[in-house]
């Protein structure tokens, strides 16, 4: 038999490496994803490969046991079980029937009003991101007992170590067992779990079915994505010969037994277990019925009538179709037993249940998961369903697939969903059982009801029990963990957090030229791509370090100035969030200030946020879940014009959600008089606004692309691990806390005087903006950066026109002065500016621009 990996092995170079039995138990194929083009699909999971439901249920059931055996009898009692939506919600199930009394819980991405999350975490490389914990008793994770973690593969780990400490932070316990169908970890990430379960004090066991590594080669992901653009516009299954008259889809009621959740998205215990199996001799009776009954007419058209029902709910389990399925005495058909996303354990207990009737059975489930089809023997997707999601989902609507059912050879399909999923849309004539029915002669549908978990009974007063019961957010109230060096970034893990997914493997810089027409002529904003990193000659290099010498003390009164400001005004223990990327190293300093005078450890995040799409609603999430919103102060290294200023305020002001967060940001220095709180309002050279991301961490500028950054994900940035032989971004910050007790009683002194004076904004550099834009024909503010630190991104970031200096300004323009001359753009002196210099950006900027001197404008 052909190994179902063989296709993207010989094109990818893509190998499995380890144990015998991995081509057994995983196929490989090819997915649109920037992060990871490949995919290991499964062969025992049931859900992109149909299966026959004992293999999949036996996988489960088998590790459960060996978790059992791990434990002890014991410790196995007081065991809770906990799986992943959407892959691993039935594998999780059987693992918690295998162990034998642990009740069973799994993740969900459908909030349910009424109940209260318990948490929730991220998949860092899923296409659909944040996960919910609904459990309907609140003291269900509460326990002391192993906690018991299921996925299909465990590969890196991010997704299960982001789970255990989300949760050891609010139920620590002393065990963790991680189960997965198989472990595809490398050495790094297997050091990486010995050294987590050592930081925080647990034992953390895993068990698989079999281990190895996946093998990649340089430059896989551009020839995935190559191959799966040469594919995509390949055509459809066509559908099998048929009568001429379509089948009528047959509803066939469900007994289910009252009381008895359709899954484990808000808890399943053993007792739900024993009434459901109790039941399921009457449900397979009525499903084996509608399957191998004889042919009749149809009672109507089976389209539904405008309800969602595929016939009246009174249809006999008998109504047949008018396809080809076989006639009562015939030989058994071959028959899919269809879950629906998450619905899992349901529709493969029921398939389980008809195959021990001695049918031919294979079960496999619906998937949000976009993946390329190719109909070839030696790939694990031969064919793809398409149709909308029929469940009015919290993200919106959208695509959603199955796999490998058409061309599968099947006589019949039961497609099994909740109630909540028997909608119009399931009906609809471009809906799953009309794709369904366009391929398979007989469609029969059962809908398990949808649990809806009881309110909790009161304990307290009378007042108490008429308090709302909470509803579950939106999206998940813990977010992956923040990401730390030196992993993603050259700062000590200690000094930030930063609140972004890790886009390193993924190109996104562009020509500076390229970006500059596609911002101004509206194709494209200019988050959406990165510049190319400037790379410094030796001469401005040499600037560079003569500035840092000879500001390091004045950068560290600022420091101190901001610092002891926000700490007057925000006792207790403040929290640092620095806007990413200009205000980390301001915000790494406050925090090493906050240190080095009054032994504050203050934690310190970064954060997105973006001109004209505001600040990181996720990560804003995140913070409130983890801190006090008033305990948070933003962060940034200056203030041009203040548009960043007005932004942070319009967010925080729009959305109710976060009115808890004070939009005011503490700056180094404010030259634009923006803000209140300031360490100067002085415009001078701030060396780490003289570079890109060698000072700052080695992380680019902050992105923000759709195809990139989903409605439950951080904004994105790179760490330019490549460019850490060129890396300043400790030595400046050591420079400046090195003159810390220098300034010390100076800012003691400047602070009490500030914290007594009028700091209210006066918006005078706003003011002078508009004179400029308006006085230069330019007629967008957007393309005037008044200051230093903006006159230098746009230098070094942009398509710059021309620049304005203060006359008279001397040392802090020598390194503007430089790369003006080496970009070949004139400097104008001028009278009465408010700022050291402006930057002008070249208004209706095209190709052919040039700068005022006649010089094509290059970048360099």
Known sequence: MVWTGTWVAERLGVELIGDEELPTLLGLALRRNPKRAHLLVSSVLGKHVPQRPSVVYGSGLGLGLRVRELLGAEEAARAVV??????ATALG??????????PYLHSTRRPVPGVATAGGFEESHSHATSHLLLPE???LLAGKGPLVLVDDEFSTGNTVLNTIRGLHERYPRDRYVVV??????????????????????????????????VGLPDGVLEKGQELVARHTTA????????????PAVVRVPLDWPAEVPDGGRHGFTPEHRARLEAALPAMTTALTTALTAAPEAPAGTGAGSGTGAATSASTSATTATTGAGPASGGAAPRVLVLGFEELMYAPLRLAGALEDAGLD?????????????????????????????????????????AYNVAGGGFDAVVAVVDSAADTPGLHAPDGLLAQLAAHIPRVVLAVVPSYAPQPQAATASPAASQAPVPEAPERSSMLPEPLRGPDFSSYAPEEVGWLLQDLSDVELEAPTEEREEAIQRGGAHYAESLPVEYQPSARYQELYQSALESSAARIAHAVGTVTETVLAEKPGRPVLVSLARAGTPVGVLMRRWALHRHGLDLPHYAVSIVRGRGIDANALRWLAAHHDPADVVFVDGWTGKGAITRELAAALRESEEFAGFDPEIAVLADPGSCVRTYGTREDFLIPSACLNSTVSGLISRTVLRSDLVGADDFHGAKFYRELAGADVSVGFLDAVEARFDEVADTVDTDVKELLAADRTPTWEGWAAVERISEEYGIHDVNLVKPGVGETTRVLLRRVPWKILAKRGAGADLAHVRLLAEQRGVPVEEVDGLPYTCVGLIHPQYTRGATGADGKAVVSR
Do not use: C, K, N, W
């Open 82 to 87: 906990l799986g992943y939506a959407e892959t």
């Open 93 to 102: 199930h059987a693992v918690a029937d295998g162990l034998g009394a642990a």
């Open 137 to 139: 008793d609140p003291e």
């Open 180 to 213: 997965a169908l198989v472990d595809m970890r490398g050495p790094a990430d297997h050091d990486r779990l010995t050294g987590f379960a050592a930081e925080i004090g647990a034992r953390v066991d895993l068990l698989s079915l079999a281990a190895g590594t």
């Open 235 to 246: 055509p459809a299954p066509r559908p099998r010969t048929r009568q001429a008259s379509a």
């Open 361 to 401: 059975v294979r079960y496999s489930t619906t998937t949000r998961s976009p993946v390329l089809a190719v109909d070839d023997p030696g790939y694990a997707i031969r064919t793809r369903l398409v149709f909308p999601a029929h469940d009015d989902p919290a993200d919106g609507p959208g695509e959603r697939y």
